[in-house]
């Protein structure tokens, strides 16, 4: 049997971790990053792999530098014939990389090696991409430039927001990651450099990427808020209150940026070029709502302008 180590962090990661699970290849170690105080109330935030390592009484380890001394030792102790990358959140060193006799694998979310970076899935729905996809590879020390193992496409649906897409990408990650693995233990799996150039990059999303600047196309504007939700959230601001939005679409029209537009039951912003219908929104102290119900609980007017 295969010594497998695991190395991830969230969500997605955890999805991988039920397919080996349901493939009968629990890793011997898990690996994920340290809990931060980032919570509510300053509680510590657990990551989602630690959870479900606890749950089914894995060995776990959160190191504070993977690419250590410290670390490379207890990873030389373990002898792992294969790591396994998903959603980790920190670049391995040559050191680690070359520890395990059978290599180091990824699974990233998009079709290397378009959106290279940490957040793929969002700046997919973003950039206006009609379909991305899940590709698993052999790592080095490079930012996902490492060798391609295999890959499946999808389409990304007009209205798909980026939780959603991610849940499935997670899905069809995982089926993919059981196949890369059989392959590599077979001595089969194939293996294509990828090219220098990546077409477009997916950096870490930053709190400006939450922001809806009413200068922008509505279009584009319509992406970023599908992009984002469930979070971490688009918002702007009204009558000086922070306020979210889950949910946009894209409608011809002309107003000034920002500037609100009632429609019947539909509530409208101006953009710099065409409108943004809000249909999902929270507005700072209260619970999601329609745009309707907004409208209403707040006595809208024409006129009126969203920062």
């Known amino acids: ?50 959870k479900w390592a606890v749950k089914r009484g894995l060995p776990l380890w959160q190191p504070a530098n993977i690419n250590s001394e410290e670390s490379l030792a207890r990873l030389r102790s373990l002898g792992p014939h294969l790591l396994v990358v998903v959603a980790y959140g920190r670049l391995l060193g040559p050191s680690v990389l ?5 290599g180091a694998i990824n699974v ?34 490079g930012l996902d430039t490492g060798d391609i193992i295999l890959q499946e496409k999808t389409a ?20 993919l990651l059981l196949e890369t693995i059989e392959l590599i233990l077979q001595g089969k799996a194939p293996r294509r450099p990828q090219p220098t150039q990546c077409p477009n990059y997916a950096p870490p999303l930053s709190p400006a990427d939450e922001r809806l600047d009413w200068t922008q196309p509505a279009e584009i504007l319509a992406n970023q808020v599908r992009a984002l939700a469930p979070e971490p959230g688009c ?40 409108l943004l219908a809000l249909v999902s929104l929270k507005a700072e ?19 009126e302008f969203f920062l």
């Open 235 to 274: 918002y702007c601001i009204f009558r000086g209150k922070r306020l979210k939005v889950y949910r946009g679409g894209a409608f011809p029209g002309q107003a000034a940026p920002g500037e609100l537009v009632l429609e019947g039951k539909r509530v409208l912003v101006g953009t710099g070029r065409g």
């Open 1 to 50: 049997m295969a010594v497998i180590a695991f190395l991830g962090t969230s969500q997605f990661a955890c999805r991988a971790l039920d397919g080996l699970e349901r493939a009968r290849r629990l890793p011997a170690l898990v690996i994920t990053r340290r809990d931060s105080s980032g919570g509510r109330k300053g509680r510590p935030q657990v990551p989602p792999v630690k």
């Open 156 to 175: 990304i649906g007009p209205e798909e927001t980026g939780g959603e897409l991610m849940e499935r990408l997670a899905g069809l990650g995982q089926e």
């Open 108 to 141: 990233h979310a998009s079709l290397l090696p378009d959106l290279r970076g940490a957040a793929p899935v969002e700046r997919a729905i973003m950039l206006g991409f009609s379909e991305t996809g899940v590709t698993t590879m052999y790592m080095d020390a």
């Open 98 to 102: 070359s520890l395990p006799s059978l």
């Open 285 to 303: 102290g209260k619970k999601l709502t329609t745009a309707e119900d907004f409208a209403n609980g707040y006595r809208l007017r024409p006129g």
